[in-house]
T-cell receptor, first 114, second 113 residues
Framework: GQQLNQSPQSMFIQEGEDVSMNCTSS?????WLWYKQDPGEGPVLLIA?????ELTSNGRLTAQFGITRKDSFLNISASIPSDVGIYFC??????????????FGKGTHLIIQP | EAGVAQSPRYKIIEKRQSVAFWCNPI?????LYWYQQILGQGPKLLIQ????????DSQLPKDRFSAERLKGVDSTLKIQPAKLEDSAVYLC???????????FGPGTRLLVL
């Protein structure tokens, strides 16, 4: 099956620093998404990308859909304590018949030191 | 607007027992998904429903897992019999059908002893 390689696995940063994480795939996706998951909760959608090359921002978050359609990155600028959590990339490919379940990476655990 | 509801939030059972999880999607959402999230991993799709029909169950271990959405609203996921490796968080998500806008519930945490 499809696999997403997400890196880094974890990040320890100081408050105010910028963060960058990325995701690569062995196969093409038509949609890339970035989710954040807090302890004891389900993932929450941060950014959705629908076109190769697309660059989209949501506040301090910026994400891009790679031109090859096999990768994506997420940047967080000027990190704050509430950014702590696990960030997941997810991809969707058209497998036909209306199936649009997501394939997730293993997550990047962001830890912020005050 | 109420989010996706799941119950129970936690369940502890012994191996070979049966267990069932319930999901109530966001009102009006035609598409419902069940994902399994093992500790330290991302969610993995088990099954997708469109109204009360199955769209994709290719990754559902059908020898022990079953799911239904009889009236096209609520859904139940059952494991019978459970194995140790079924210990995970079971997440339900729903969408209006627009690509990518899947809203997740808080999950049910299952521990199999």
């Amino acid at each position: 099956g499809q696999q997403l390689n997400q890196s880094p696995q974890s990040m320890f940063i100081q408050e105010g620093e910028d963060v960058s994480m990325n995701c690569t795939s062995s196969s093409i996706f038509n949609t890339w998404l970035w989710y954040k998951q807090d302890p004891g909760e389900g993932p929450v959608l941060l950014i959705a990308l629908y076109k190769a090359g697309e660059l989209t921002s949501n506040g301090r978050l910026t994400a891009q859909f790679g031109i090859t359609r096999k990768d994506s990155f997420l940047n967080i600028s000027a990190s704050i304590p509430s950014d702590v959590g696990i960030y997941f990339c997810a991809g969707r490919s058209d497998s036909g018949g209306g199936a649009d379940g997501l394939t997730f990476g293993k997550g990047t655990h962001l830890i912020i030191q005050p | 607007e109420a989010g996706v509801a799941q119950s129970p939030r936690y369940k502890i059972i012994e191996k070979r027992q049966s267990v069932a999880f319930w999901c109530n999607p966001i009102s009006g959402h035609a598409t419902l998904y069940w994902y399994q999230q093992i500790l330290g991993q991302g969610p993995k799709l088990l099954i997708q429903f469109q109204n009360n029909g199955v769209v994709d169950d290719s990754q559902l271990p059908k020898d022990r897992f079953s799911a239904e959405r009889l009236k096209g609203v609520d859904s139940t996921l059952k494991i019978q019999p459970a194995k140790l490796e079924d210990s995970a968080v079971y997440l339900c998500a729903s969408s209006t059908g627009i690509v990518g806008t899947q809203y997740f519930g808080p999950g049910t945490r299952l521990l199999v002893l």
